[in-house]
């Protein structure tokens, strides 16, 4: 906010983004980090689940996607999963926590803000569906960071 600056914060949430990793994808990118693969892909493939609701058991069917939760690896492999996203960014920069992302940028109008913000995201729509990841619209939310008199200033579409 310093000299007429204001921030724009765009806070995305994926859509059930541990239970979608695309597990060729995470080998491919974990191969590419340099790591040994053959226990990772073992512990990834294969992996079967049964659902059982009032003592009714399902067959059992082979999971495709997704890391397996309440591992500990659950949260380095979705961490290694997404860590080339801050590459698409142009005009933000990123706070990630496991699933969360956060896009922020400084403007001194709306239409520089709603900018950045735009460009970054639609880098983000491309990255996400390159990687087999979706947005949540519905929990995906902006937020302005001004003065009271800059505020008044904005209105943007994001």
Same mark, same amino acid.
């Given at each position: 906010m310093d000299k007429?600056?204001?921030?724009?914060?765009?806070f995305l949430d994926l859509?059930?983004?541990?239970d979608t990793v695309d597990h060729s994808i995470l080998l491919q990118k974990l191969y590419q980090y340099g790591t040994p693969l *053959?226990?990772?892909?073992?512990?990834? #493939? %294969?992996? *079967?689940?049964?659902?059982?609701?009032? #003592? %009714?058991k399902s067959g059992q069917e082979t999971v495709q996607c997704?890391?397996?939760?309440?591992?500990?690896?659950e949260p380095l492999l979705f961490s290694l999963y997404i860590n080339d996203l801050p590459m698409c960014f142009e005009y933000t920069q990123a706070?990630?926590?496991a699933d969360d992302t956060?896009?922020?940028?400084?403007?001194?109008?709306p239409a520089e803000i709603e900018h950045k913000l735009n460009a970054d995201l639609s880098n983000v729509n491309?990255?996400?569906?390159a990687n087999r990841l979706t947005?949540?619209?519905?929990?995906?939310e902006f937020m302005i960071i001004a003065s009271k008199r800059k505020l008044n200033q904005f209105r943007t579409d994001i």
């Open positions: 007429g600056m204001a921030n724009g914060v765009l859509k059930k983004a541990f *053959k226990l990772l892909a073992s512990y990834l #493939n %294969n992996r *079967k689940q049964v659902c059982v609701i009032n #003592n %009714n997704g890391v397996p939760q309440g591992s500990n690896l706070s990630m926590f956060n896009l922020s940028c400084t403007g001194r109008t491309d990255w996400l569906e947005l949540n619209t519905d929990k995906t």
